[in-house]
Each structure stands twice: as structure tokens, then as C-alpha cells.
């Protein structure tokens, strides 16, 4: 019996490879001679990381960065060097959860940019960025700066690197761009689809939770209109009413514009990265999971896309979490065909959530499901 683990983390428990390393321990206690893959995965928001650094056997690298609002913040992404690949989250160097400051206006991208130049360096061509958790609503103006591109005022200036710049900006200086850019490949990990301006652009839908408020968000948003004039007078392309280019206050649009990034949902990239069809194909079972099954489980999350790619070859496949929400059963119709609890008993939180308790809770559930499966099959 061959049997393709893909669990997302258990945020705040397991990592991907933890989970997926014990449910492994589960199926062989239950059936000795299966052969078990272990394929970490995650959706392309937080743990992406990791999940692709532990699959595709690459490093953790940790660099200081400016922080969302100019301090200096240690940033990690994951470096693959036999794929020339970097794999990022933006939220390490401009994440909400770096700063308890909520000043939009002030808030920066820069670190992101000092991330991409440091994977460049490092031989990095192919790079997958998640950007989900930001604190900034800059347009990506700040990215860009770190990677060589000027943004002047009317009088040749630099405008500088923060939300508060953008109104100013006049013209865009490109001579000073990182060559090396032009060999990059930017896969943009993006679930969301909101424009870039308007009442249903970044500034509107998530200004509020950065900090915008009614009374500049109107100036926030001409002022991001002004900007895309600006960008689509110099390269002759216009992406603001593209689908995820409001994405963590208008990076989507940088990558689009001044990077000729692709924005796709986040677990497609990851999957395909994973060639995770090419291994489920010939399994007889997949198992797969996150931290809590829900609705929204169904629409976009690693368990969905995983049994996607093994509904396409009719595998099975089982969901096991740590908890089970009301709307779960929806999850059946994108081909989970069964999912379980781990928790064997009632017990709170914190102590469902203990490294230990919820590797043990994931094994043993794995080895009854599996011995159940055994029995059937004799």
C-alpha cells in the first residue's frame, strides 16, 4: 500500500513536516509494509516557508531588514540553491505583527526589497512570495526602492520609501534597477482579488485594520490613482483593476507592474512546486489535514488543493485536524472523502496544542484509522 501524507501545520503545534511525520508513524504501526511519503505543504500564507524549505531540502536564512515602520527587524526566508529558488513571506520584514504601530502613512515595503536583493545575491532566480499580513498600504513603492528603482518628484527628488511618498511621486528612474532582475521569476502567492484603488481597493477594504481612518483614506487612495498613472505611463501597462493587485496594500500591483510577477492562489504554487500530482498519482491513499476543518477549509486551503490533485486519479482521501467545525461537511464536496478529529478526549486548548500532545494525538488517530483500513482490506 502506497500512502502520500500532505498535512498543513497545526499552527502554534505541529509544523507541516512534524504532523506528516507522525501520521507516518501512525500507518506503519498499523501496516509495517506500506510504503509512507511525507510531503510537507502549507497554502502560501503563513508556514509556506517552511513547508517548501523542508520538501525541497533548501536553508533558513536570517538577515536584518528595515521593519515596516524603520527599525530594523530580522528577517527569514527560505533559500533552495539546487532550484535557484528563494521562498518568502512578506509579513518577515512588513507583517502587521511586527509593530504594535498602526500609521500607514509611515509604514514601508523596503524590507521586502532588502530580502529579494540578499536571495539575488545569493544566486536566486525563481521566487515564490507570499504576501499575506501586511502593515503597509505603500503600493510597493518601498520594495521597489530596496531593488534600484527611483521614484522622483517634479523637481528630480527622491520622493521616499513609505505610503506618504506616493502623492509625490512624478516620474520613475530605472537606471539604477538590479540588472539581475530581468532573470527573475516571481510567483506571487495571492488569495485575494481586490483591485488596487477604489472602495473595493486595499485602501478601503484593508486600510482599517493598518490604521486608515475616513479622514485620509480618500487622500490615500487619489494618491495610489496617481501613482498607477505614473507606473502605467512609464511601461505602458496598467494592472490596477486586475484581480490581487491590492494585495498587502498594493505590493500585488508592484509585482504585476515593475516585476512581471504572476499572482496565483497561494496553494497552486505550492503544489506545483511540490510536483505533488506527480506523486500522488500512483498513491492508494492520501492523507491530509490542518489545524481546524471549517468551510472556508474548502475554498483555497492546503486540504482542498491536496485532494483536488488526488481526485484526479480517483484516490482516496482522509482529512484529520485538530478540530471539526460546523460547515466542515462541505470539504466532501472537493473531494475529502472522510475527515477525523485527532482529539481522543475532552481537553482544553492549551493542552490540545502541546508539541507533544498533538503528536501523539496524531499518530494514534493515523494507527486506528489505518488498523480499520487493514482489516477491511483482508
Same mark, same amino acid.
Given at each position: 500500500?502506497?500512502?502520500?501524507?500532505?498535512?498543513?501545520?497545526?499552527?502554534?503545534?505541529?509544523?507541516?513536516?512534524?504532523?506528516?511525520?507522525?501520521?507516518?508513524?501512525?500507518?506503519?504501526?498499523?501496516?509495517?509494509?506500506?510504503?509512507?511519503?511525507?510531503?510537507?505543504?502549507?497554502?502560501?500564507?503563513?508556514?509556506?516557508?517552511?513547508?517548501?524549505?523542508?520538501?525541497?531540502?533548501?536553508?533558513q536564512i536570517s538577515l536584518e531588514a528595515i521593519g515596516p515602520y524603520d527599525r530594523p527587524v530580522?528577517?527569514?526566508?527560505?533559500?533552495?540553491?539546487?532550484?535557484?529558488?528563494?521562498?518568502?513571506?512578506?509579513?518577515?520584514?512588513?507583517?502587521?505583527?511586527?509593530?504594535?504601530?498602526?500609521?500607514?502613512?509611515?509604514?514601508?515595503?523596503?524590507?521586502?526589497?532588502?530580502?529579494?536583493?540578499?536571495?539575488?545575491?545569493?544566486?536566486?532566480?525563481?521566487?515564490?512570495?507570499?504576501?499575506?499580513?501586511s502593515a503597509t498600504n505603500d503600493g510597493g513603492i518601498g520594495m521597489l526602492s530596496a531593488l534600484?528603482?527611483?521614484?522622483?518628484?517634479?523637481?528630480?527628488?527622491?520622493?521616499?520609501?513609505?505610503?506618504?511618498?506616493?502623492?509625490?511621486?512624478?516620474?520613475?528612474?530605472?537606471?539604477?534597477?538590479?540588472?539581475?532582475?530581468?532573470?527573475?521569476?516571481?510567483?506571487?502567492?495571492?488569495?485575494?482579488?481586490?483591485?488596487?484603488?477604489?472602495?473595493?481597493?486595499?485602501?478601503?477594504?484593508?486600510?482599517?485594520?493598518?490604521?486608515?481612518?475616513?479622514?485620509?483614506?480618500?487622500?490615500?487612495?487619489?494618491?495610489?490613482?496617481?501613482? #498607477? @498613472? !505614473?507606473?502605467?505611463?512609464?511601461? *505602458?501597462?496598467?494592472? /490596477?483593476?486586475?484581480?490581487?493587485?491590492? $494585495?498587502?496594500? =498594493?505590493?500585488?500591483?508592484?509585482?504585476?507592474?515593475?516585476?512581471?510577477?504572476?499572482?496565483?492562489?497561494?496553494?497552486?504554487?505550492?503544489?506545483?512546486?511540490?510536483?505533488?500530482?506527480?506523486?500522488?498519482?500512483? #498513491? @492508494? !491513499?492520501?492523507?491530509?489535514?490542518? *489545524?481546524?476543518?471549517? /468551510?472556508?477549509?474548502?475554498?483555497?486551503? $492546503?486540504?482542498? =488543493?491536496?485532494?483536488?490533485?488526488?481526485?484526479?486519479?480517483?484516490?482516496?482521501?482522509?482529512?484529520?485536524?485538530?478540530?471539526?467545525?460546523?460547515?466542515?461537511?462541505?470539504?466532501?464536496?472537493?473531494?475529502?472523502? #472522510?475527515?477525523?478529529?485527532?482529539?481522543?478526549?475532552?481537553?482544553?486548548?492549551?493542552q490540545a496544542m502541546h508539541k507533544e500532545t498533538a503528536r501523539s494525538n496524531m499518530e494514534n488517530?493515523?494507527?486506528?484509522?489505518?488498523?480499520?483500513?487493514?482489516?477491511?482490506?483482508?
Amino acid at each position: 500500500m502506497k500512502v502520500v501524507i500532505a498535512i498543513d501545520s497545526l499552527k502554534g503545534s505541529l509544523s507541516s513536516l512534524e504532523a506528516g511525520t507522525a501520521v507516518k508513524m501512525g500507518i506503519l504501526r498499523a501496516i509495517p509494509t506500506a510504503e509512507v511519503i511525507v510531503k510537507p505543504v502549507a497554502d502560501g500564507g503563513e508556514g509556506t516557508t517552511e513547508a517548501l524549505v523542508d520538501a525541497l531540502g533548501g536553508q533558513q536564512i536570517s538577515l536584518e531588514a528595515i521593519g515596516p515602520y524603520d527599525r530594523p527587524v530580522i528577517a527569514e526566508y527560505g533559500y533552495i540553491p539546487e532550484r535557484n529558488m528563494a521562498v518568502m513571506e512578506m509579513a518577515a520584514a512588513a507583517g502587521i505583527t511586527l509593530s504594535d504601530r498602526r500609521e500607514p502613512m509611515e509604514a514601508t515595503t523596503y524590507g521586502v526589497g532588502q530580502m529579494i536583493c540578499d536571495a539575488i545575491q545569493r544566486g536566486s532566480r525563481s521566487f515564490i512570495i507570499g504576501i499575506g499580513g501586511s502593515a503597509t498600504n505603500d503600493g510597493g513603492i518601498g520594495m521597489l526602492s530596496a531593488l534600484g528603482f527611483r521614484f522622483l518628484d517634479e523637481e528630480g527628488r527622491d520622493c521616499g520609501i513609505t505610503a506618504a511618498s506616493l502623492e509625490k511621486v512624478y516620474s520613475v528612474d530605472v537606471s539604477g534597477v538590479l540588472p539581475e532582475l530581468a532573470e527573475c521569476h516571481f510567483q506571487i502567492a495571492c488569495d485575494v482579488t481586490n483591485p488596487l484603488c477604489g472602495e473595493k481597493g486595499c485602501t478601503y477594504i484593508f486600510g482599517p485594520q493598518k490604521g486608515v481612518t475616513e479622514a485620509n483614506r480618500r487622500q490615500l487612495d487619489t494618491a495610489m490613482s496617481q501613482f #498607477a @498613472d !505614473i507606473t502605467a505611463s512609464v511601461f *505602458g501597462r496598467d494592472y /490596477r483593476d486586475v484581480p490581487g493587485a491590492g $494585495a498587502a496594500g =498594493g505590493l500585488g500591483f508592484a509585482f504585476l507592474s515593475y516585476l512581471n510577477g504572476e499572482l496565483k492562489p497561494g496553494i497552486e504554487i505550492v503544489l506545483q512546486a511540490l510536483q505533488l500530482e506527480e506523486c500522488v498519482k500512483t #498513491a @492508494d !491513499i492520501v492523507v491530509t489535514g490542518e *489545524g481546524c476543518l471549517d /468551510r472556508q477549509t474548502a475554498f483555497g486551503k $492546503a486540504p482542498a =488543493g491536496v485532494a483536488a490533485a488526488a481526485k484526479k486519479y480517483h484516490i482516496p482521501v482522509i482529512a484529520l485536524s485538530g478540530g471539526i467545525q460546523p460547515g466542515a461537511e462541505v470539504c466532501h464536496e472537493k473531494g475529502i472523502d #472522510a475527515y477525523f478529529s485527532i482529539l481522543p478526549r475532552v481537553m482544553s486548548l492549551e493542552q490540545a496544542m502541546h508539541k507533544e500532545t498533538a503528536r501523539s494525538n496524531m499518530e494514534n488517530m493515523a494507527e486506528q484509522i489505518f488498523r480499520l483500513i487493514a482489516a477491511v482490506k483482508k
